[in-house]
């Protein structure tokens, strides 16, 4: 598949806007997707995602699941991690004596361009972990191939931007089987109540697994979004908190999305739901630049028909 042209300047302009205050999460999650491999394990504050406290690489083989010994490695270190914040403060606190360990540790919260008794308070409850997922975001764009003129076709013949067709690589990595533990299925992930509403035949056939049926669920679903929701990063954020979510959101902290994302603390409006434009963000970058991100090349597949898809990897 060819490299999508675009300009720089204008890529960002717009239908789907990158504020400056939105970089750091979208910068994490380019290093997510596209940097850090699955034996890779990033331990970052998850408010403020620019700060990442290391990156650790995991011993041994590592596959798409964790042995139980690798589990307690990441348990350790994240339990460290939890230790070394939690003794700063009290360490700050008190005007106790500071080791070399700490100066770097203050001078990296720092960096960040915050005060540091913000960017410290909480800190250790807000330690979080994260596993890098390069491989499996390649093979979704390997996948991808597939789909994605069709899924253009859908999003363009209902009147919306073409490249919501990159939501699959948050959702599901293109996988046409995925289940999550909330009970959505398929490449889009819906759950049975909104493919009743939203998808052909929703309300007589189970067509999740069906990426061409699905992906007009998703063009439906995101057309009504956007009309009551007045903008993108809201309409997109709604695929994962729901439009009730969101018009919530807006009605607590305002249209500014950037508002809702640092200030709104709405039941549910979590870690998820607050990154989910960001990783949209980062997905179509990475997307529309693909060998910026995997100089080693992607091997798309070939185009499929609709009726035309695998069930399962």
Known sequence: MPQRPSLQQEFYVGIFPKPAELEPAVGFWRNTYAVWSRSQVAFHDDRYLDIVYEVMTLPGYVGEGLTSEQKDLISQRREYWKSQLSGL?????????????????????????????T??????????????????????????????LQFRKVFRDAGLPEDLAYLPHVESSFQ?????????????????????????????VDQRLDPFASATGAARYLSYAYAKLGDWPSAVTSYNHGIGGMKRAQNQAGRDFVRIVETYDGPAFGFASRNYYAQFLAAREIANNSLAYFPEGIQYESPALPGQYMAAE
């Open 89 to 117: 403060e009290t360490k700050l606190r008190y005007n106790a004596a500071l080791s070399n360990h700490d100066r770097d540790l203050i001078a990296r919260l720092e960096s960040t361009g915050k005060p540091l008794t």
């Open 119 to 148: 960017i410290l308070a909480g800190s250790s409850e807000r330690l979080r972990s994260q596993r890098g997922t390069r491989e499996r975001f390649k093979r979704g764009m390997e996948i991808s191939g597939r789909y994605d």
């Open 176 to 204: 046409p089987a995925a289940k999550s533990s909330a009970g959505a299925v398929g490449m889009w992930q819906f759950t049975k109540a909104a493919a009743k509403t939203f998808m052909p035949g929703g309300d007589r």
